[in-house]
């Protein structure tokens, strides 16, 4: 029943919630982003969710306009694309929240695995296994954020997503929800050579 009903029930109305407790900060966010660099608040990207299905993905802008087509993904620290604030948003997570409308509709829940971009999971199509990842809404947090918030390593990656869906229950998802506030507080991890190093 979790699985099928209770968990998408539990993801809807605490993201409700949650919008309504952060809309005065998230509305700061905005402003600072605005004045912080040129370029929308929003950042919007094409990402895989439930069976494979494309969605847009939304977060708060933490790159300079057309970061990602001037050269992919940031992945460390010291990548001049990523903004003051954008810095902060990256640590704290908070470039997070709009997700909460991609939960409302549907397309996301609170914990389930990280949504990547189509591109990222080509290679890994025929893998029955990792394809089970996408037997889920992908997550606003997963299971990974709890040690590796960036992690390059795929196989990692993907394990631990089929992981969580093959024992999704209620517990788990509290379990990781708490697990994951201490690395958000605590700000590490959050780009590759920061895991490269815990490693």
Request: glycine residues 6%.
């Amino acid at each position: 029943m979790y699985r099928l009903v209770g968990k998408r029930i539990i993801d809807t109305v605490l993201s409700i919630i949650g919008l309504i407790i952060c809309c005065i900060p998230m509305a700061i966010i905005a402003l600072l982003i605005h004045f912080d660099s040129e370029g929308p608040v929003l950042f919007k990207q094409e990402r895989l969710g439930k069976n494979q299905k494309v969605f847009t993905v939304y977060k708060f802008r933490t790159m300079c306009n057309h970061a990602y087509e001037m050269g992919g993904v940031a992945t460390r620290s010291d990548d001049a694309r990523i903004t003051k604030v954008g810095n902060i948003l990256r640590r704290t997570s908070l470039d997070e929240l709009p997700q909460m409308f991609n939960i409302i509709k549907g397309e996301m829940a609170i914990i389930g695995p990280r949504p990547i971009l189509p591109i990222e999971f080509e290679e890994y199509k025929s893998n029955e296994k990792y394809v089970r990842r996408y037997d889920a809404l992908p997550g606003m947090f997963c299971t990974v954020d709890i040690d590796y918030r960036s992690s390059s390593d795929r196989d990692l990656q993907f394990t631990m997503d089929a992981d969580y869906v093959n024992n999704m229950s209620l517990f788990l998802d509290i379990k990781t929800f708490f697990s994951i506030i201490a690395p958000v507080l605590s700000g590490k991890n959050v780009y590759h050579e920061e895991v490269g190093n815990k490693k």
